[in-house]
């Protein structure tokens, strides 16, 4: 592919981490045929952490910046994308499967008139067209696809291309971003953080998450302390039971009409294992189980188990994973 | 209001998923379909936006196969008021294709709001909403836990990671759900008696392929068989040693 667009993340015009993903998997298509990756960004001024896209493979990076374009504006955005591959004709538009991704890339096709492959997890090239692999059934099973369009788009699913460093030139460059004005129809007024320090399930790289066996919401308390005792990189999730419940956010429901995630490690407490379940989170690299009953399901997809109470064993494992961390 | 709701039918989500004989699609065998739990938000919001105002109506669009009429009976015994189908033999991989066709219905409708489920649970696109929604004309806000009305124009909460975005945006307009939207009813008998009545035409489409030529459809790599460390407390260290050094994970 001798020309491949990254579409990038910024929030409040520092850099989104997912981004060097981006690049990398642009990168990597770009190399198949000597060819050159342009990363974009759409945002109200500089973006902090643009320099940085050079060391992870892109020769060039663009800041596309216009009126009301600070926020995640759908149009404005969608415009700014569109406009940018009519005037560069990429082979390959690449951009991440997050919310942001997930929204913008189906309105970029939609105006480009071609079609999209989302929420890949493999890609490569065969006979000059891009063939790319995307989980379907929440991951049950995988489908092979081949994009039949120029520009091929493709959103790629977080925490799959490891970033690596390609150092390339980087070379900067600002242009005015092509839109309807103040950024369209839409307009993000407000984004409210989540608690301080809170990581989305779908992002952490490691995820305890509790079920039914954790008889009461109060309890998810010694989740949350096994969740610290891990340090920063740790969220809780839920099951769908819990979460119909109305004991955990529906953010944290991890499963098939939850969230998929693909942490390092994946601590299932309490958590029997019902299919929609493991479908959410049987791409984790490690899974741990930890649940009263020998013949659970979730014992047969995870690599650790211990049978046994929770109540139990989980307070002795936060302390002994607090002591392990130093 | 004049609300239209765009849903699919989908298997089930505790299908057990097995491949068909020609390597690239579902065995559909014994597989129980059900309306996208994404989209029974969209049914529900529809029926109380249509509820609050006294009046208006709620016209409920599917593409799909024949089959499909019985989601649709589902979404009129929940409280819709009409239904379409736009009868295709298989749903192509292309999600651009679906949306024109949706748009291209849709279009005659003069609809206020037009709904739809944040994405499918089969296919995972979550691409249809915002396709639609440009085909159309109109602003769109995606995956919507919260949802307001005021004056002629929408104020939408959606969950981005780490964060809420909170949205404005002029009617009319097309809004895909999230769970935790709101909370669907589960249709009533008198409901599902009334269905039976109620109008639902079926429109058979041409579709073209479109872009996406599905090459195959393949069970995921199977997981290393795992293995339980030990009963209760005393299999901590064991468990921890384990992480560390073979999986190296901590």
């Known amino acids: ?326 | 209001m004049r609300i239209a709701v765009c849903i699919k039918r989908v298997p089930d989500s505790e299908t057990r998923v097995k491949i068909a004989a020609d390597g690239k699609s579902l065995d559909e065998g014994g597989v129980k379909f059900v309306v996208n739990p994404y989209d029974e938000f969209a049914v529900e919001e529809a029926l109380r936006r249509r509820d609050e105002g006294g009046a208006g109506e709620v016209v409920v669009v599917a593409l799909g196969p024949p089959a499909a009429q019985e989601t649709i009976r589902t979404a009129l015994a929940m409280g819709a008021d009409r239904g379409v189908l736009l009868a295709v033999d298989r749903i192509p991989a292309d999600a651009l294709v679906v949306a024109r066709a949706l748009a291209a219905e849709l279009k005659e409708g003069a609809y206020d709001l037009i709904l739809c489920g944040k994405m499918a649970i089969d296919d995972y696109n979550q691409q249809v909403g915002p396709m639609v929604a440009h085909l159309l004309d109109v602003p769109c806000v995606t995956s919507v836990t919260r949802l307001e009305f005021a004056g002629g124009k929408g104020t939408a909460e959606r969950e981005i990671e780490g964060g809420i975005e909170v949205t404005e945006f002029p009617l009319p307009a097309l809004i895909t759900t999230d769970k935790g939207l709101n909370e669907p009813r589960y249709p009533s008998l008198k409901g599902i008696m009334a269905a039976k009545n109620k109008p639902l035409a079926v429109k058979p489409v041409q579709l073209g392929g479109g872009g996406i030529e599905v090459l195959a459809l393949a069970p995921p790599p199977a997981r290393r068989e795992g293995r339980i460390v030990g009963e209760g407390a005393a299999a901590i260290p064991e468990l921890l040693r384990l992480l560390r050094d073979e999986a190296k994970v901590l």
Do not use: C
Not at chain 1, 166 to 190: I, L, S
Not at chain 1, 263 to 283: D, W
């Open chain 1, 1 to 326: 592919m001798s020309a491949v667009l990254a579409v990038l993340e910024q929030r409040d015009g520092v850099l989104r981490q997912v981004s060097h993903e981006v690049v990398t998997g642009a990168r990597r298509l770009a190399d198949r045929d000597s060819g050159a990756v342009e990363a974009l960004l759409v945002a109200a001024g500089a973006v902090r952490g643009a320099e940085e896209l050079g060391r992870f493979g892109a020769d060039t990076v663009v800041t596309a910046t216009g009126m009301g374009l600070g926020h995640y504006a759908p149009e404005g955005y969608a415009a700014a994308v569109a406009e940018r591959v009519r005037v560069r004709r990429p082979d390959v538009v690449v951009f991440a499967a997050t919310a942001m991704g997930r929204d913008l890339a189906p309105r970029v096709a939609a105006q480009l008139g071609v079609p999209l492959a989302a929420d890949v997890t493999e890609v490569g090239v065969d006979g000059g067209a891009i063939v790319a692999t995307r989980p379907v059934y929440a991951g049950k099973a995988l489908l092979k696809v081949r994009v039949m369009a120029r520009p091929a788009l493709l959103s790629l699913r977080p925490n799959v291309f490891t970033p690596v460093e390609r150092p390339r030139a980087g070379a900067r460059e600002t242009v005015a971003a092509a839109g309807p004005p103040g950024g369209g129809r839409v307009v993000v007024r407000e984004v409210k953080a989540a608690a301080a320090g809170a990581l989305d399930v779908a992002e952490a790289p490691i995820v305890v998450s509790g079920g039914r066996g954790l008889k009461a919401p109060a309890n998810f308390g010694l989740l949350e302390d096994l969740a610290r005792a891990f340090g920063s990189g740790a969220a809780v999730g839920a099951s769908r039971a819990v979460v119909d419940a109305g004991w955990r956010p529906h953010a944290d429901q991890v499963g098939q009409t939850g969230k998929t995630v693909s942490p390092t490690l994946y601590v299932a407490v309490g958590i029997s294992g019902a299919i929609q379940h493991l479908a959410g989170m049987r791409t984790a690299k490690v899974i741990v189980a930890i649940n009263r009953d020998r013949d659970a399901p979730i014992f047969k997809i995870a690599d650790y188990g211990i049978v046994g109470d929770l109540f139990e064993i989980v307070p002795r494992l936060t302390v002994e994973v607090r002591k392990l961390r130093g």
